[in-house]
């Protein structure tokens, strides 16, 4: 009786180490093939914003697959954590010359700003549904990306200045900053001369973090409360579940691994405007989640990686380029709807579950 | 002056053990209580008291106003009028989540599953509140989350064995047969230590042996939980065999209260459910 109750209790545990062991191995190959000079510069310059897009996927993938709220404004999550933590990192310079110190520090402050905002905006957008709920998203990602346009923000000796641009007739000099300070962020031209600090290896321990809470929250009692909310509210407010509460949750860790998301890819450019963080950033987000399946978490990763190599990979197709990438979409989507091919698969993994308890009542 | 016409009228026990109903005082009271969507008054003047271990009835022809009532109850409906107590404390001010918690349950008349996700997780759920560990503990997998969750799965396979269900803890529940998804309801509804549990038409869709099988384990529950239940259900059969305390309602308003045998006799109920009679016909 123990073993047999201890096995059913590891077994979501079993089937998440298979996750986390496919990305440590593809870590490992990857930076094999870099040292080894098999990626050249656009290759590797991709490695980044690839464990950036993850993390986004992910985290968006709580909120929509887990949770089941359609949000369309992850990117503006992720601006604020960008911003947060260039802001952070730039004012850091002195005080902690070491990178990779600095980079943990950012994408703290980048994932806590964010979970703030991603907290004010969940008051009043998780009392909608749907459609509304989206529409809702849509317009805080839009407007938190215009609030940034805004911001002019620079560091010398005194501390930060900070003026908030909203007539538009204000520039950097209006900082009056002292001799030896810095501009970080000038209005819509974003933030300039940036010091590059993120790395691959960075990414990669990001994304691994993100996978164990996301993986986690999901297989405790707070994550089955939010899927439950997904299935049917009803019965899960009247099995004593407080609705505001779990989705709340979702929502903030949601917004907090996109705003770590967001640092990391800020600091890996020195020059990033909040014009990237607009809506077709959220959608491209919400397409890799989408194609990687709802509430897949392996999915995500996965089509992450593929979706974003390929628009660089067909870079030889020139002005076909978009056409054969909205193709690619089209046949995915027809595949994994496929009933055919679903009940293939579904067929697949049932017979993969008989063999398993099969070897574990042997066993 | 609509006040002073409230008389409780509770509702008559049949077997009045003397053990097992030490404790008279009733478990949950409803006094005119009363709901109306704009001009349609869908419930109104609904006075009934459950008994601690009380198995009791609420029937009356579709459209009645049972499930509103049971809506109530749970606050998936605010009260338009009246009082609900529970434990002698008025639900006023709580929520849905909140009125589970204070100890009512309920299954539903069209079955809300958690479709996606195992029995084993469904029960679990509505385990919730009595499990304590953090959201870090959660997220970083700490010894509180273990232990927690050992005894979960542990009073999950317990509650499940109730309808003999152990063994399909692992199963989705959206692809469970009919029946076994109306008993992981009830399964699901005990799972929060209700003092209520209330069941909205659980022999619905059942085959006569199910049903037999089904009444079997509602009084096994009531007996080792000692928990009030109270039931929709249009299986006279069933109603009659297992409730001690009937209400029948009908036009959103209790027309008759009594033990089994008293409404059978009862003829506002026969008129109710089966039209007035010809005098020439009797």
Redesign the interface.
Known sequence: MGPV?RK??F?DSRSDLFTYLGVILAFIVITMLKNRGALNRSQSGLLVPICCYIVMAVSLNLTVGILGDLSLGHAGFMSVGAFTGIITSMSLIDIIPSAPIRLTIAIFVGAFFASIVGFLVGIPVLRLKGDYLAIVTLAFGEILKELITCLIVGFDSKGLHIIFNVSGSKTANDLNLLEGGRVIIKGAQGATGTKTIANFTAGFILVMITL??VL??IR??????I??I???R??????????TKFKM?AFVTSTALAGAAGALFGLNYSNLAAAKFDFNTSILVLVFVVLGGL?NIWGSILATVVLYILPEALRGFASYRMLIYAIVLILVMLTTNNPVLKSLFSRWSFRGNKQESEGGSNG | MAKKETVLVPMPSVNMIPERDSDKSPVLECINLGISFGGLKAVENFNIALGRTEISGLIGPNGAGKTSVFNLL?K?YEPTEGTILLEGKDTKSL????V??AGI??T?QNI??????SV??NV??????Q?K?S?L?????LPS?WK???V???RA?ELLSIFNMQDL??AKAGSLPYGAQRRLEIV??M??NPSILLLDEPAAGMNPSETTELMENIQRIRDTFHIAILLIEHDMNLVMNICEGIAVMNFGRIIAKGTPSQIQANPVVIEAYLGKKKEAGA
């Open positions: 109750n059913t209790l077994k164990v809470i986690n929250l405790s009692r707070h994550g089955r409360a899927m439950a997904r299935d049917n009803i019965a899960a407010e009247s099995v004593g579940i407080p609705l949750i509430g | 749970t998936v929520s849905t989540a909140q589970n918690q349950a309920r539903f809300r599953l958690f479709q996606n996700l084993e997780d679990k759920i509505a385990m919730n509140a499990m560990y959201l503990s959660s997220i970083l997998r989350y927690e969750e050992r979960a799965h542990e396979m803890g692992d699901r509804a799972a929060t």
